[in-house]
C-alpha cells in the first residue's frame, strides 16, 4: 500500500492549511458563496440539498484500518453516524458543517488521506480493480499504474481547468472489474506477443446525458510511454473540447463529433512530437521511481496452504447461512488456500454503499486481524477483504452477522447499485434510496435470490447516472415530469468487458409501479431462460427486448388484444 513521502505530507497539510483559511472566510462572510464554489470543489466539498457534503479519495479504492477507523470516527463526530461509499471508489459525509471542514481534512490527513480532485473540472480519483493483487485472473497488479497516475496528475498545472471533469480507471485482468470502457480513459494491462508488458488505451467512454462506450485508441502501449500518452490525450481534449456547453464537454463528445481516427491522428502526432522535441518520455518517471511504487504493493507474506480447507468444510456442513455467504460473497485467489471475501452493504432494506461507524470499525478489525491490514472498496458499493484464509471465512462471518454486514447477494439481484438520489443530491430529480429499498425486500428471500442468479440492478436519480443505470442488467432511472416522480426501466445493460449501454423499456412509471413491473420482469426470465446457468443478460441477448418489455407493460398487451 503506498504511503505518504515528505512531499505528500507537506503538500497536504499546506492544501488543508489554505482551504481553513478560505473557508473561515465564506463563515465571516467576506467571501460569498458563488466566491466559494470553485474553492470548494477543488477541495471536494458541495452544496447539496440539506447541508454540505464531503467526498474524501479512496485512490483505487484500497485502505488500511487505520484509514477505515479514521473514517469511522469523523462520521461519528462530525456526521450523523454513517458513510456513504460511491460508485467512484470515494466515500462521502452528507452532513458536513463549514465549522467542522478544517478539522476534517487534518484528521484525514492524519492517516494520509484527502479529498483533493473529488470534484472540478479535473482528472478525478483514479480507480481500478477492487480485486487488484488478490484475483486468480490477474495479468498484473493495477494499483502502481494507478498510483502513477495519481501522482502525475494531482495538481498538473496544465489540466486544473479542463472542460468537464475526467475520469481514469484500470485494470490488470481480463475480466473487467473496473467498468474501464465507461470511462473518459481506460487502461487494460496486457501482454504483446513478445510477452512484453503493456496497456490497451481506451478514450471516450461515459454514462450521464449521453452514454457511450469507450474506443481503443491504441492497442498495445508501452509501460514506459504511459505518461506522455496519457499527457497526449490531455493536451488534445483540452485544446479541442468544447467550453460553450457543459452537457457537451466530455472527452466522449470531443471523440464522437471528430471521428476515433481524426482524434487518433491528432493524439499521436503530439506524442510524436513529445517523443522527439522533448527527447522522448521525459514525462515518465525514472526506472527508481516506478521500482519504489511497485515495491509498495509488494503481495503480502502468504502462508503456504492447501487449496482445500477441512476447517471451512465442517463448518459449511452445520451452517446453511455461512454456506450461502461462502458461495455467494467469495472468489478465487491467486494464492492457495485464500480467498477474496466481498461484504456486501447491501442488507435487506438498506440504503446501497451507506455503512454506520460501527460498521465500519467491525470493517476495519476484520481487515486487521484477516486480510493483512488491507481492504478495498469497490465501484459496486461493497467493501472488500483482499486477502484471507479459508480457514478463518467461518470466524469473519459470524463477526459480520454480529454487525449486520452478512448478507449473502454478492452480485445477486439485492446487490443493488445506488446514487444518494433526492434524499440528498441537488441535482437529483427523483428518489433512487426508497426504490432500491423496495426491490430489495420484494427479492428478499434467499432460494429466490439465488434461482434468479446472476442479475444487476443499477439505479439513478437524475441523468448524470452516478448509479451507473446505463450498464445495468437492467437500469432504472429517476427523473421529475411534471412536477411527479417517474421512472424509466433500461434492459440489457453490462458493466464487463463486453460492456453494453442498456436500452429504453418503454413509458416512465411511477415509484409505487416499479416493483411489480421488476418482478413481472424476473418471472418472464425464469420462464424463458435454457437451464438454470443462463444468466438474464444472457437470455436477453437470445431473446431480444420485446419478451421483457412485454412483461414489463402488460397492459400494451392487453391493448393490442
Known amino acids: 500500500m503506498y504511503r505518504y513521502d515528505e512531499f505528500d505530507h507537506e503538500y497536504v497539510r499546506a492544501r488543508v492549511a489554505e482551504f481553513r483559511d478560505q473557508t473561515q472566510r465564506r463563515i ?78 487534518d484528521a484525514l490527513a492524519d492517516v494520509e488521506m484527502h479529498a483533493i480532485q473529488t470534484s472540478g473540472n479535473c482528472i478525478r480519483n483514479v480507480t481500478a480493480d477492487h480485486f487488484a ?23 498538473h498545472p496544465e489540466f486544473a481547468y479542463l472542460p468537464r471533469k475526467f475520469k481514469v480507471a484500470v485494470t490488470g485482468s481480463p475480466n473487467d472489474r473496473a467498468v474501464t470502457k465507461a470511462h473518459d480513459i481506460g487502461l487494460r494491462m496486457l501482454r504483446n506477443d513478445a510477452g512484453e508488458p503493456g496497456y490497451e488505451v481506451i478514450v471516450g467512454g461515459g454514462m450521464g446525458r449521453t452514454p457511450m462506450i469507450g474506443k481503443v485508441i491504441r492497442d498495445f502501449l508501452p509501460k514506459d ?22 452537457y457537451k464537454a466530455r472527452i466522449k463528445i470531443l471523440v464522437h463529433e471528430t471521428g476515433l481516427e481524426d482524434m487518433q491522428t491528432q493524439v499521436e502526432a503530439e506524442f510524436e512530437r513529445q517523443m522527439r522535441e522533448e527527447g522522448g518520455p521525459v514525462v515518465s518517471p525514472n526506472p527508481e521511481h516506478i521500482a519504489q511504487i511497485a515495491a509498495y504493493f509488494a503481495p503480502p507474506d ?79 458499493q461493497n467493501v472488500i477483504l483482499p486477502h484471507v484464509k479459508l480457514d478463518d471465512l467461518p470466524e469473519i462471518h459470524a463477526a ?25 443530491c441537488a441535482l437529483a430529480t427523483a428518489r433512487s434510496i426508497p426504490v432500491a429499498q423496495d426491490l430489495s425486500q420484494r427479492f428478499a428471500e434467499p432460494a429466490r435470490a439465488k434461482a434468479i442468479g446472476n442479475f444487476t440492478i443499477k439505479i439513478s436519480g437524475c441523468i448524470n447516472a452516478c448509479g451507473h443505470h446505463h450498464v445495468g442488467h437492467v437500469g432504472i432511472l429517476g427523473l421529475e415530469k411534471s412536477g411527479i416522480e417517474s421512472y424509466q426501466i433500461t434492459l440489457g445493460g453490462d458493466h464487463t468487458e463486453t460492456l453494453a ?38 437470455t436477453f441477448r437470445r431473446l431480444g427486448a420485446d419478451p421483457f418489455k412485454a412483461a414489463i407493460y402488460p397492459e400494451n398487451n392487453r391493448a393490442a388484444a
Open 225 to 246: 510511454h504511459l505518461l506522455p500518452y496519457l499527457e497526449s490525450i490531455l493536451r488534445v481534449y483540452n485544446l479541442h473540447g468544447r467550453r460553450d456547453n457543459k
Open 133 to 155: 493483487g488478490a484475483a486468480a485472473d490477474e495479468i498484473e497488479d493495477p494499483r502502481p499504474t494507478a498510483e502513477l497516475v495519481r501522482q502525475w496528475s494531482t495538481a
Open 400 to 424: 459480520l452477522q454480529k454487525a449486520g454486514l452478512a448478507a449473502a447477494n454478492a452480485g445477486l439481484i439485492t446487490d443493488i447499485i445506488a446514487c444518494p438520489g433526492l434524499d440528498y
Open 302 to 380: 502468504f502462508a503456504k496452504l492447501p487449496a482445500q480447507s477441512a476447517t471451512l468444510d465442517e463448518a459449511i456442513a452445520s451452517d446453511p447461512a455461512l454456506a450461502a455467504w461462502v458461495e455467494n460473497n467469495t472468489a478465487q485467489h491467486r494464492a492457495s488456500g485464500y480467498t477474496i471475501v466481498t461484504i456486501s452493504m447491501k442488507g435487506t432494506g438498506d440504503a446501497p454503499g451507506d455503512a454506520t461507524t460501527a460498521q465500519m470499525r467491525v470493517m476495519a478489525d476484520l481487515g486487521e486481524r484477516y486480510s493483512h491490514d488491507e481492504l478495498r472498496i469497490s465501484h459496486e
Open 501 to 538: 449501454i442498456g436500452e429504453r423499456a418503454g413509458p416512465g412509471m411511477s415509484a409505487e409501479e416499479v416493483g411489480p413491473a421488476i418482478e413481472r420482469l424476473v418471472d418472464a426470465y425464469l420462464d424463458m431462460r435454457e437451464g438454470e446457468d443462463e444468466r438474464f443478460i444472457d
Open 28 to 105: 465571516d462572510g467576506a467571501l460569498t458563496e458563488d466566491e466559494y464554489k470553485p474553492l470548494r470543489l477543488m477541495n471536494g466539498l458541495y452544496l447539496q440539498l440539506h447541508a454540505y457534503m464531503l467526498r474524501v479519495a479512496i485512490p483505487y479504492g484500497t485502505l488500511n484500518s487505520r484509514q477505515m477507523r479514521t473514517l469511522a470516527m469523523i462520521s461519528e463526530r462530525w456526521d450523523e453516524g454513517y458513510g456513504h461509499f460511491t460508485t467512484r471508489q470515494n466515500i462521502q459525509y452528507n452532513w458536513t458543517k463549514l465549522t467542522d471542514v478544517g478539522d476534517i481534512l
